[in-house]
């Protein structure tokens, strides 16, 4: 749908990022053997707010992994990095990226260079770091139908008859959560903020943003929970500090059963999975059981690694860890996200496909 931002602002900061993203992502430890992931590193110390948290406050843009697979691609086998030579080639590919961005500054245009911005530097085969395998746990029997039943105008096939055909992003609505933390092809910023007792994660997509309060003691987080029935597209989410590491557990997201009774009837997902390398996009179902874990860790200066736990054992068989590795741009900007207005494809795709139906039916009847 009119999901572009147009952020020209942001655009004109990408020479800086693409910069940065090489410095800093490149400069990740890599072990001399490649199928061992090492843990987060936790020596950093970084500054203190007034109130005495860590301070983690800042731009920190995912443009520049973007491009990672979600997915670990066959041909890296059982590597979680890229060897010397896989690793030149993406650099190599990264600057004809870069290029493009370039050369439609020079011309004075706007295209697909700064619409899709969006690289993978570093040297990770993937997001995914369990399981091992950098693949996607299997889903249960029941969840794998309603993945096949789901439409969204992301997966080939779909029919759009009505709004129920559409997913939550289709409409301008959310892309719901943990799908939001994962990166997409433009819009990719995240902003951190901190207040005494709160945590906030803006996003540029959609603009949700996320107001997490802070907790000391088990106990509290029990009594600050809602009862299951309450429940919003990005769940519920309380944080702790774990030394210099926020740890994040959201509950209470919106499930694939209870989100609209009448549209989730025939099988749409709130889970939009967006992103590189989970094709066909967008359907994969979400029950009351999901829980997330985050942990939120500044490694240096100007990154942080960023792990998620996704635990919904109703839809897949086996929790799944991925790790995003952030890099601080200050210089990045949000723009408005008009993406209601003017949203005209929701009656585009519904008035093609009747009228598709029914020329199907014409010629039929016409045999």
Request: charged share 20%; hydrophobic share 35%; proline share 7%.
């Amino acid at each position: 749908m009119a999901k572009f931002n147009s952020k020209i602002g942001s655009a004109l900061a990408a020479a800086s990022l693409a910069v940065l993203a090489a410095t800093s992502a490149g400069a990740q430890d890599v072990p001399e053997d490649l199928t061992v992931m090492p843990p987060v590193p936790t020596d950093y110390e970084p500054a203190r707010t007034a109130w005495g948290d860590p301070d983690l406050r800042g731009m920190f843009p995912i443009d520049n992994i973007a491009s990672l697979p979600m997915q670990r691609p066959a041909q890296f086998g059982d590597r979680f990095w890229l060897t010397e030579d896989e690793y030149a080639r993406r650099q190599e590919q990264y600057g004809r990226s870069d290029a493009a961005y370039a050369a439609e500054d020079e011309s004075g245009t706007i295209g697909m260079g700064h619409w899709v911005e969006s690289d993978a530097s570093g040297r990770r085969t993937s997001l995914l770091i369990s399981p091992a395998n950098g693949q996607l746990p299997a889903m249960t029997e029941e969840a794998q139908a309603l993945y096949q039943a789901g439409r969204s105008s992301w997966t080939p096939g779909t029919i759009h008859q009505w709004l129920d055909d559409f997913d939550t992003w289709d409409r301008c609505i959310t892309r719901g959560f943990p799908a939001s933390m994962f990166p997409f092809r433009y819009n990719n910023g995240i902003q951190i903020m901190q207040a005494p007792g709160y945590f906030v994660i803006n996003l540029e997509m959609i603009h949700d943003s996320r107001i997490i309060p802070i907790v000391d003691s088990r106990e509290e987080m029990e009594a600050m929970r809602w009862p299951a029935s309450v429940r919003t597209w990005m769940g519920q989410s309380i944080g702790y500090w774990e030394g210099n590491t926020l740890v994040v557990e959201t509950t209470n997201i919106i499930s694939g059963d209870s989100a609209t009774s009448d549209l989730m009837e025939r099988g749409p997902s709130p889970l939009n999975m967006a992103t590189m390398g989970v094709p066909p996009f967008n359907t994969i179902p979400t029950s009351d059981e999901a829980e997330v874990v985050e942990r939120i860790t500044m490694t240096g200066p100007d990154r942080i690694v960023y792990e998620l736990t996704y635990t919904d054992p109703e839809v897949f068989t086996a929790p799944w860890t991925a790790r995003l590795d952030w890099t601080r741009n200050d210089e990045y900007e949000f723009f408005e996200y008009a993406c209601h207005e003017g949203n005209v494809q929701p009656r585009n795709y519904i008035t093609a496909a009747r009228a598709g139906l029914e020329a199907a039916e014409e010629t039929e009847g016409n045999q």
